[in-house]
């Protein structure tokens, strides 16, 4: 499909001016891709100045949270720019539009927001390790209705921000034994909006208590571990690596399968399997689990160092660990291009002056 670059982008990508301080997802691209779709048609895509949107105050997203998103990043390479395994990005947010009853964006149409929005945007990828382009592809329900039903129009957005490397430092988890994040048969496994906001609750109380991130158990049996509210789980157990299996409430992170892939290229045991709380806090106490740590594409790995409970707090002996250390470096010069790519995982985007 073609798509159609407005005039205005040019004007807006000179002017531009990186700021002093990038942040993580705080300084905004001055462009953004748009595609709209109506009855099930979508439009071509466009590159457009970065504006605020113009919503119905009825629309469905604003009150029955038809709404999706993606997280991913344009990475600067020795060459140029390249993107991290985009088309899985595609692949989730298809899963997710089709939880809510909404059209999945079709590859073809996400891909080309992706790599426009990189390309025309390739001067805006700072070049520090760690740092990058971060892109967030997002899905709205706009059909202005309140009756409860899928809307039966939508917006395909690919906003992105300079960022810097994201660092989340040592994190010290609360095992969240009263709220859920996800509920079963709900919406954990896809990354939707709603399950953000039911998370915040949790996180404000914790931060009270002196601890950063809940650590969420699965909502049937509430005695496993499922994950964090954004990033997927990690425990190295007798030398092993453990996550746990993926069980419909845990959002399926590419971090997360990307590093299994490389842990066992790299020569680690991974179970995939269940990880009792319980247990895991006697394995912590114990010394037979040696380091935690969550993924996600943000900040790849952030080492836990304290998992907090009701009974006490469980300190890791290693942080951040070897292992975390280990395969934080191998991901990110796969990323960054320092090694030669053999699991064919990036895709390099041809860049456009403006
Ligand atoms: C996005 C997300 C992750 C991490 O996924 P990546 O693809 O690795 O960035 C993990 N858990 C939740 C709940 C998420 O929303």
């Known amino acids: 499909m073609s798509i159609y670059i407005d005039p205005a982008v040019a004007l807006s990508l000179r002017g531009y001016e990186m700021p002093e301080r990038l942040g993580f997802g705080t300084a905004m691209a001055p462009v953004m891709f748009r595609a709209v ?17 113009s919503v119905d105050p009825a629309a469905k997203v604003l009150h029955y949270a038809q709404s999706c998103f993606e997280g991913m990043k ?37 891909l080309d927001g992706v790599r426009t929005v990189a390309a025309y945007c390739a001067n805006l990828v700072p070049g520090n390790s760690g740092e990058s382009l971060y ?32 660092h989340s430092g040592n994190m010290r988890l609360w095992v969240e034994r009263e709220d859920a994040r996800a509920a079963v048969g709900g919406t954990g496994d896809a990354k939707v909006g709603g399950n953000y906001a039911g998370s915040l609750l949790s996180i404000g109380r914790l931060k009270e208590r002196g601890y950063d991130q809940s650590l969420w158990l699965n909502p049937a049996d509430r005695s496993s571990v499922d ?9 190295v157990i007798d030398g092993a690596l453990h996550t746990p299996a993926l069980n419909g409430s845990i959002l399926e992170g590419i971090t997360r399968f990307s590093l299994i892939d490389l842990a ?15 247990e895991l ?67 390099s985007v041809e860049t456009v002056e403006v």
């Not at 779709?37 to 949107?53: A, T, V």
């Not at 991290?84 to 909404?102: G, I, W």
């Not at 994950?227 to 425990?235: I, Q, V, Y």
């Not at 066992?264 to 319980?278: A, F, P, Q, S, W």
Request: aromatic fraction near 10%; proline fraction near 6%; hydrophobic fraction near 40%.
């Open 227 to 235: 994950e964090l509210s954004g990033m997927n789980f990690f425990a």
């Open 135 to 166: 892109l967030r592809p997002f899905l709205i329900g706009t059909q202005a209705d309140l009756t409860v039903s899928a809307s039966t129009s939508y917006e395909f957005y690919v906003i992105a921000s300079p960022s810097e490397a994201y």
């Open 37 to 53: 779709c109506q009855d099930g048609c979508w439009s071509n895509g466009e590159l457009i100045p970065y504006e605020p949107l």
């Open 281 to 347: 806090l006697g394995q912590v106490a114990s010394g037979t689990c040696t380091e935690a740590f969550a993924c996600g594409t943000a900040a790849i790995i952030s080492p836990i160092s304290v998992i907090g409970d009701d009974g006490g707090s469980y300190k890791l002996s290693q942080v951040p660990g070897p292992v975390a250390q280990h395969l934080r470096q191998a991901l990110l010069d796969i990323q960054e291009g320092r090694v030669e790519d053999h699991f064919n995982w990036m895709l």
């Open 264 to 278: 066992r290229n790299l020569g680690y045991k991974v179970v995939e399997g269940t990880i009792h709380i319980d």
């Open 74 to 110: 344009a990475y600067r390479t020795g060459e140029g720019i390249a993107l991290f395994r985009p088309e899985k990005n595609a692949e989730r947010m298809a899963y997710s539009a089709k939880r809510l009853c909404m059209p999945p964006v079709p590859e073809s149409l996400f």
